[in-house]
């Protein structure tokens, strides 16, 4: 059975940093794209970035390039996704996803349907 574990969220002020993790098991991810999302009350969920698990290719939404990065620690089955320059409209929970490229999932795709697995998502709050 799959799992993905998110943490590292917290509260921190407008323009600081955090770093979260994502801790994945249950299957081989070799083949699989990992990615990254949030979600703020009312608003739909928002694509942040996808790495994929084998090569480390990567790829980020305009409102989040040059600030967030995304990698992946294979030896510790870990994603991580360091966040800086944070802004208070980062606010929002954030989730890791873990999708089979097999299915036809690319890195660059932002839709969350295409997305087999979920985690339970971790608190980000940017105070101004």
């Known amino acids: 059975q799959v799992q993905l574990v998110e943490s590292g969220g917290g509260l921190v002020q407008s323009g600081g940093s955090l770093r979260l993790s994502c801790a994945a098991s249950g299957r081989t991810f070799s083949k699989y794209i990992m990615g990254w999302f949030r979600q703020a009350p009312g608003k739909e969920r928002e694509f942040l970035s996808a790495?994929?698990?084998?090569?480390?290719?990567?790829y980020y939404a305009d409102s989040v390039r040059g600030r967030f990065t995304v990698s992946r620690d294979s030896a510790k089955n870990t994603v991580h996704l360091e966040m800086n320059s944070l802004k208070p409209e980062d606010t929002a929970v954030y989730y890791c996803?873990?999708?089979?490229?097999?299915?036809?999932?690319?890195?660059?795709?932002?839709?969350?349907?295409?997305?087999?697995?979920w985690g339970q998502g971790t608190q980000v709050t940017v105070s101004s």
């Open positions: 790495i994929l698990w084998s090569g480390g290719n990567t």
């Open positions: 996803a873990a999708g089979d490229r097999a299915g036809g999932l690319i890195l660059a795709s932002p839709y969350y349907n295409d997305y087999d697995y």
